[in-house]
């Protein structure tokens, strides 16, 4: 069984270490150098000085990923440095990185000659390793270590030798699993998602100057690397601080948030004595060159030092996953097509490696940010490489009990209940729009096991009953004060949380779908079953008939838009009184949903028929946040910690399936609806990626006439429904078009 090596450093220390690892090779032109390459816990690598690739992308407990790259455009004749600088992350630091106790460095490659020589090149002892001195790597105190550690540069790069040795394993083809089933701490396999690469550079713009330093802004918030290059003489310190937006002070000297660009506002890091920041001290005169390790999320960058200093260049290079573009949307309301591309652009800024909540503070991929953000994904482009491998890391994390973490990859168990149900619903959802039913395969297992924890769950009333977890629901601003608890309504706790077994009902029905789809249609039958069974359980005891709504918890007389929309979903209330109850949780003065819970609040509306009338209040909150000129939408304008949180993307599914109208009705896309609301807007059109192309809609309006064009880029592939006044016509040709009176 063929081995693979690794270069690992001897050293252990309790702190963020950076480490160079580099080899000189002497070519002759015309070579090719390919190679694939990782590294604990993770790595940049350059030829000549020059960029090539970074990595490895976040992986799993089980599973640690590594990039191959072509090497070759990097090369020239003669003398070639490659290195790596590798970050080897200590505990309590970057939690979504897993790590060993010690760096280390990984490469196989092979460098084809002219002649047609093959050189193969891997870590081995040829490989020179020296520490950074002059780079320190650090955390706050009680700042949330979920993000990359700042950084602190004292002068030139300076290294001290130190000792490695080589550690072996089974290859990557053998999934570092050797013959005897021992593994290898590295558990190697290819990168599923393709390798990121920063933008092109874009200028920071001096904003506003104070005798303590100067405001620079991006223009809007951004994830990316920063670069710049300052002289100054010996014994200068240069702070860079970033920030997500402008802050202003009350009457007590407490900071708060209102337009996010406000000449008045004040430049300052966000969280535990200053959240976060860089450091650049000179210790001898001369010029300093700076580029982060990893990106930082800002709008602005404060500048702050204690000597004069000359700045020579200072960028910032865009740094999101690739994503395309084939899906848009525009229409004839300017305010509606800012709402999209705000959207857009939020979800960018929380797509990497993985998904993100925010980049700012936990970048943690969660399960109910990320199943949002796997359907906003797949309205805008057709690559469904980050989609799967969210479902795939998140389902690698599930405890032995059958809870799914709420947030993974993370070194940290954290635990939410219904973040697992939200993992089933975002399994059946990626279904629907790839028909991958190989993968549906893999993953239903895993489904499997979350259900069958929740019934284990169902007390003697068959409601899904307490655990020691975290029962979050919503962040609704009544229920984050200190004597109740962060996002929990009163007795959540301590009693059955209604909401939470209306999701399992949901999660089963979506899971019977997704059995039928498989051929399971006995378990469908099953799961169904169960779902009867918890609506009774619901409506027995939930349900308050003198109020006419469903309680919060099944002992209190305690009310909310989120019992109202998810007792719609799941079924326990249908026909007029389900319209009834939704209309009287738009009305009466009840917790209302927040940013993310309002894509499930839009569905309630749509299955209820009071789209039209109730949606466009719910818009408002998005509008609000552009009237205080937020660039990316907050994780919750009531109280708004994150300026960048992509489950307020729902604008993208909003505008693309209940307004456009194109939604899939069988999996894989092959069956779609198109039921267009045309009294929205004069003209809009759109496209959507299937497997097949882009579905087109439009219309436009003149002279109080619409036409409305639907093409179909397969007809052979997809059926398309359009329903127009509630009338369904079935379209088979690539394109048709619609007169409406």
């Given at each position: 069984?063929r081995?693979?090596?690794?270069l690992?450093?001897?050293?252990?220390?309790d702190e963020c270490?950076?480490y160079?690892?580099s080899?000189?090779?002497?070519?002759e032109k015309?070579?090719?150098?390919?190679?694939s390459?990782?590294a604990?816990?993770?790595?940049?690598l350059y030829?000549?000085?020059?960029f090539?690739?970074?990595?490895?992308?976040?992986?799993?407990?089980?599973?640690?990923?590594?990039?191959?790259?072509?090497?070759?455009?990097?090369?020239?004749?003669?003398?070639?440095?490659?290195?790596?600088?590798?970050?080897?992350v200590?505990?309590g630091?970057?939690i979504?990185?897993f790590?060993?106790?010690?760096?280390?460095?990984?490469i196989?490659?092979?460098i084809?000659h002219?002649s047609?020589?093959?050189e193969?090149v891997t870590a081995?002892?040829?490989?020179?390793v020296?520490r950074?001195?002059?780079?320190?790597?650090?955390?706050?105190?009680?700042?949330?270590?979920s993000?990359p550690?700042?950084?602190?540069?004292?002068?030139?790069?300076?290294?001290?030798?130190?000792?490695?040795?080589?550690?072996?394993?089974?290859?990557?083809?053998?999934?570092?699993?050797?013959?005897f089933?021992?593994?290898g701490?590295y558990?190697l396999?290819?990168?599923?998602?393709?390798?990121?690469?920063?933008g092109?550079?874009k200028?920071?713009?001096?904003?506003?100057?104070?005798?303590?330093?100067?405001?620079?802004?991006?223009?809007?918030?951004?994830t990316?690397?920063v670069?710049?290059?300052?002289?100054?003489?010996?014994?200068t310190?240069?702070?860079?601080?970033y920030?997500?937006s402008?802050v202003?002070?009350d009457?007590n000297?407490?900071?708060?948030k209102?337009?996010?660009?406000?000449?008045?506002g004040?430049?300052?890091?966000?969280?535990v004595?200053?959240?976060?920041?860089d450091?650049?001290r000179?210790?001898?005169?001369?010029t300093?060159?700076?580029?982060?390790?990893?990106?930082?999320a800002?709008?602005y960058i404060?500048l702050?030092?204690?000597?004069?200093?000359t700045?020579?260049?200072?960028?910032f290079?865009?740094y999101?996953?690739?994503?395309?573009?084939?899906?848009?949307?525009?229409?004839?309301?300017?305010l509606y097509?800012r709402?999209?591309?705000?959207?857009?652009?939020?979800?960018?800024?929380?797509?990497h490696?993985?998904?993100?909540?925010c980049?700012y503070?936990?970048?943690?991929?969660?399960?109910?940010?990320?199943?949002?953000q796997?359907?906003f994904?797949?309205?805008?482009?057709?690559?469904?490489?980050?989609p799967?491998?969210?479902?795939?890391d998140?389902?690698?994390?599930?405890?032995p009990d059958?809870?799914i973490?709420?947030?993974y990859?993370?070194?940290v168990?954290?635990?939410?209940?219904?973040?697992?149900?939200y993992?089933?619903l975002?399994l059946r959802e990626?279904?629907?729009?790839?028909?991958?039913?190989?993968?549906a395969?893999e993953?239903i297992?895993?489904?499997?096991?979350?259900l069958?924890?929740?019934?284990?769950?169902?007390?003697e009333k068959?409601?899904v009953?307490?655990?020691?977890?975290?029962?979050?629901?919503?962040?609704?601003?009544?229920?984050?004060?200190p004597?109740i608890?962060d996002?929990?309504?009163?007795?959540?706790?301590?009693e059955?949380?209604?909401m939470y077994t209306m999701?399992y009902?949901?999660?089963l029905?979506?899971?019977?779908?997704?059995?039928?789809?498989?051929g399971?249609?006995?378990?469908?039958?099953?799961?169904?079953?169960q779902?009867?069974a918890?609506?009774l359980?619901l409506?027995?005891?939930c349900?308050d008939?003198?109020?006419?709504m469903?309680?919060?918890?099944?002992?209190?007389?305690?009310?909310?838009?989120?019992?109202?929309?998810?007792?719609?979903?799941?079924?326990?209330?249908t026909?007029?009184?389900?319209?009834?109850l939704?209309?009287?949780?738009?009305?009466?003065?009840?917790?209302?949903?927040?940013?993310?819970?309002?894509?499930y609040l839009?569905?309630?509306?749509?299955m209820?028929?009071?789209?039209?009338?109730?949606a466009?209040?719910?818009?408002?909150?998005?509008?609000?946040m552009?009237?205080?000129?937020?660039?990316t939408?907050?994780?919750?304008p009531?109280?708004?910690?994150?300026e960048?949180h992509a489950?307020?993307?729902?604008?993208?599914?909003?505008?693309?399936?209940?307004?456009?109208?194109?939604?899939?009705?069988?999996?894989?896309?092959?069956?779609?609806?198109v039921?267009?609301?045309?009294?929205?807007?004069?003209d809009?059109?759109?496209?959507?990626p299937?497997?097949?192309g882009?579905v087109y809609?439009?219309w436009t309006t003149?002279?109080g006439?619409k036409?409305?064009?639907?093409k179909?880029p397969?007809?052979?592939?997809?059926?398309?429904t359009?329903?127009?006044?509630?009338?369904?016509?079935t379209q088979?040709?690539?394109?048709?078009?619609?007169?409406?009176?």
């Amino acid at each position: 069984m063929r081995e693979t090596t690794w270069l690992r450093v001897c050293e252990v220390l309790d702190e963020c270490v950076l480490y160079r690892f580099s080899r000189v090779f002497t070519l002759e032109k015309g070579c090719i150098f390919k190679a694939s390459v990782c590294a604990d816990s993770r790595y940049k690598l350059y030829v000549n000085g020059m960029f090539v690739v970074e990595g490895p992308c976040h992986g799993t407990a089980y599973k640690r990923f590594y990039e191959t790259v072509d090497l070759t455009p990097y090369l020239k004749e003669g003398e070639n440095v490659v290195y790596a600088d590798v970050l080897h992350v200590a505990a309590g630091h970057y939690i979504s990185v897993f790590r060993e106790d010690k760096a280390a460095f990984w490469i196989e490659g092979c460098i084809t000659h002219p002649s047609g020589e093959k050189e193969t090149v891997t870590a081995d002892k040829s490989w020179t390793v020296g520490r950074f001195l002059n780079r320190k790597m650090y955390s706050y105190p009680g700042f949330i270590p979920s993000v990359p550690p700042s950084e602190e540069v004292n002068g030139s790069d300076i290294f001290t030798p130190v000792e490695t040795f080589l550690y072996s394993q089974a290859a990557p083809e053998y999934e570092s699993f050797n013959m005897f089933g021992v593994r290898g701490i590295y558990p190697l396999a290819p990168r599923p998602i393709p390798n990121l690469k920063p933008g092109a550079a874009k200028p920071m713009i001096e904003v506003k100057r104070d005798k303590k330093g100067v405001d620079y802004d991006a223009g809007q918030y951004e994830t990316a690397y920063v670069h710049l290059t300052v002289t100054a003489e010996a014994g200068t310190e240069i702070k860079l601080i970033y920030a997500e937006s402008k802050v202003l002070f009350d009457e007590n000297g407490k900071p708060y948030k209102h337009l996010r660009d406000d000449p008045d506002g004040v430049v300052q890091g966000s969280g535990v004595n200053g959240g976060l920041c860089d450091i650049l001290r000179f210790t001898e005169d001369g010029t300093l060159t700076f580029s982060t390790f990893y990106f930082r999320a800002f709008r602005y960058i404060r500048l702050e030092s204690n000597r004069p200093y000359t700045l020579d260049h200072f960028t910032f290079a865009p740094y999101y996953y690739p994503m395309g573009e084939e899906g848009k949307v525009t229409c004839s309301d300017p305010l509606y097509n800012r709402l999209w591309d705000v959207s857009r652009h939020t979800a960018l800024c929380c797509a990497h490696d993985n998904y993100v909540d925010c980049p700012y503070y936990e970048q943690q991929q969660y399960d109910m940010d990320s199943g949002l953000q796997m359907l906003f994904t797949l309205r805008m482009t057709g690559d469904t490489a980050l989609p799967k491998k969210s479902i795939s890391d998140l389902a690698a994390s599930q405890l032995p009990d059958g809870m799914i973490q709420a947030n993974y990859p993370s070194v940290v168990v954290q635990v939410i209940p219904s973040f697992s149900l939200y993992w089933v619903l975002m399994l059946r959802e990626y279904i629907r729009y790839t028909a991958d039913f190989a993968f549906a395969k893999e993953m239903i297992g895993t489904a499997e096991k979350v259900l069958s924890c929740f019934a284990s769950l169902l007390d003697e009333k068959g409601l899904v009953g307490t655990t020691n977890y975290w029962p979050f629901v919503d962040w609704v601003a009544e229920w984050v004060k200190p004597d109740i608890e962060d996002g929990v309504c009163a007795g959540g706790r301590d009693e059955p949380l209604t909401m939470y077994t209306m999701i399992y009902v949901v999660a089963l029905k979506a899971m019977a779908e997704l059995c039928v789809s498989l051929g399971k249609k006995g378990q469908a039958e099953d799961y169904l079953a169960q779902a009867d069974a918890a609506i009774l359980a619901l409506n027995t005891h939930c349900f308050d008939p003198n109020y006419q709504m469903y309680r919060n918890t099944p002992y209190r007389n305690d009310f909310s838009q989120h019992t109202a929309l998810w007792a719609v979903l799941s079924g326990a209330i249908t026909g007029d009184e389900a319209v009834a109850l939704m209309r009287k949780a738009m009305t009466e003065p009840l917790y209302r949903t927040s940013f993310s819970m309002n894509y499930y609040l839009f569905r309630a509306l749509e299955m209820t028929g009071l789209y039209d009338e109730f949606a466009p209040l719910v818009f408002e909150g998005w509008k609000t946040m552009l009237d205080w000129h937020c660039t990316t939408w907050c994780e919750n304008p009531a109280c708004p910690r994150s300026e960048c949180h992509a489950w307020s993307s729902t604008p993208i599914f909003e505008m693309s399936s209940a307004i456009l109208g194109v939604y899939p009705t069988a999996d894989g896309m092959t069956d779609i609806r198109v039921s267009p609301r045309l009294g929205w807007f004069d003209d809009m059109q759109g496209t959507v990626p299937t497997p097949y192309g882009l579905v087109y809609v439009g219309w436009t309006t003149k002279e109080g006439k619409k036409t409305l064009t639907v093409k179909n880029p397969a007809p052979e592939h997809i059926k398309l429904t359009v329903c127009l006044d509630g009338k369904e016509m079935t379209q088979s040709e690539a394109q048709k078009t619609y007169y409406i009176e």
